[in-house]
């Protein structure tokens, strides 16, 4: 579960794997795959917010990725399911209610996809609405 602080463009904010990153090793002449702790910081951060800060840092939003995941070095032959090495890594989901320039902001323990070979498309923005909630 999710926790109500944002996720920002910062050292030291970080995504992990909660499960084995499994990349091709190998090992004298064989390659085996070999299950691996990854993580990245968000100091490296693409496509993050340009007028929302947190703490001085641009919001990192649904539509952000980072790159340089570390952890599983010596696993050169790449994923054994997603050919990522060293690669990015996203939020899978985010907050449902609240929004940066249109993109779902990332909180902290929001579940991430780490280790792909590239940045993915751009998420889909939300539209702006506006309603009047009026006194009863």
Same mark, same amino acid.
């Given at each position: $579960?999710?926790h109500?602080? =944002?996720a &920002? +463009?910062d050292? =030291?904010?970080?995504m992990?794997t909660t499960?084995?990153d499994?990349? $091709?090793?190998?090992? !004298? +002449?064989?390659v085996?795959?070999?299950?691996?702790?990854? $993580?990245v910081?968000?100091a490296? @951060?693409i496509?993050?917010? %340009? =007028?929302?800060r947190?703490n001085s /840092?641009?919001?990192?939003?649904? /539509?952000?990725?980072?790159?340089?995941?570390? !952890?599983h070095e010596p696993g050169? %032959?790449k994923g *054994?399911?997603? *050919?990522?090495y %060293?690669?990015?890594a996203?939020a899978k989901s *985010?907050a449902?209610?609240?929004?940066?320039?249109?993109f779902?902001v990332v909180?902290d *323990?929001?579940p991430?996809w780490? /280790?792909h070979p590239?940045p993915q498309p751009?998420?889909? &923005? &939300? @539209? +702006? =609405?506006s +309603?009047?909630? !009026?006194h009863?």
């Amino acid at each position: $579960m999710s926790h109500p602080i =944002s996720a &920002r +463009k910062d050292g =030291s904010n970080i995504m992990h794997t909660t499960g084995p990153d499994v990349c $091709m090793t190998p090992i !004298g +002449k064989s390659v085996v795959p070999i299950p691996y702790t990854t $993580m990245v910081t968000l100091a490296g @951060s693409i496509r993050v917010s %340009k =007028s929302v800060r947190d703490n001085s /840092n641009p919001d990192f939003q649904l /539509n952000s990725r980072t790159q340089s995941v570390t !952890g599983h070095e010596p696993g050169v %032959k790449k994923g *054994a399911k997603v *050919a990522g090495y %060293k690669g990015y890594a996203h939020a899978k989901s *985010a907050a449902p209610t609240v929004f940066s320039e249109g993109f779902a902001v990332v909180r902290d *323990a929001d579940p991430a996809w780490i /280790n792909h070979p590239d940045p993915q498309p751009q998420e889909p &923005r &939300r @539209s +702006k =609405s506006s +309603k009047t909630i !009026g006194h009863v």
